[in-house]
């Protein structure tokens, strides 16, 4: 994994988009327009990650792709639909990892398919 010579928090990303969506986008999209162009960038993440790691080959169309910039293209919209809904990222990863530990502390290491 590349490291950033400009590492970016949750909190600000937050923030920049939501500058930059009142600044240069004008408004948000609705959420439902939004969710859907949020299912858009997975189907786009996932035609690259099917290609690259999968066993379709890939078209001329695809090969311009870069996997990192349809990644951030994911992130940027559910960024858009958090600050839209009033989630704060941060706090939801935290007690979404909180969750995972307490109710999956033992369950994957017992998983016979992991091994």
């Not at 937050?14 to 609705?30: A, L, M, P, S």
């Not at 786009?44 to 099917?50: K, N, Y």
């Not at 009033?86 to 109710?103: F, H, S």
């Amino acid at each position: 994994m590349q490291k950033s010579e400009h590492p970016i928090t949750l909190d600000a990303a937050q923030q920049q988009v939501d500058e930059w969506i009142r600044t240069v986008g004008v408004r948000y999209f609705n959420e439902l327009t939004n969710l859907g162009i949020l299912m858009e960038e997975v189907g786009e993440l996932s035609r690259i990650m099917v290609r690259k790691y999968g066993e379709q080959s890939f078209k001329e169309s695809d090969k311009q792709k870069e996997l990192a910039d349809e990644m951030a293209d994911v992130l940027w919209v559910l960024i858009c639909l958090a600050n839209q809904t009033g989630v704060n990222l941060t706090d939801a990863l935290q007690q979404n990892i909180a969750k995972k530990n307490a109710r999956d502390k033992d369950r994957h290491q017992h998983n016979e398919k992991l091994r």
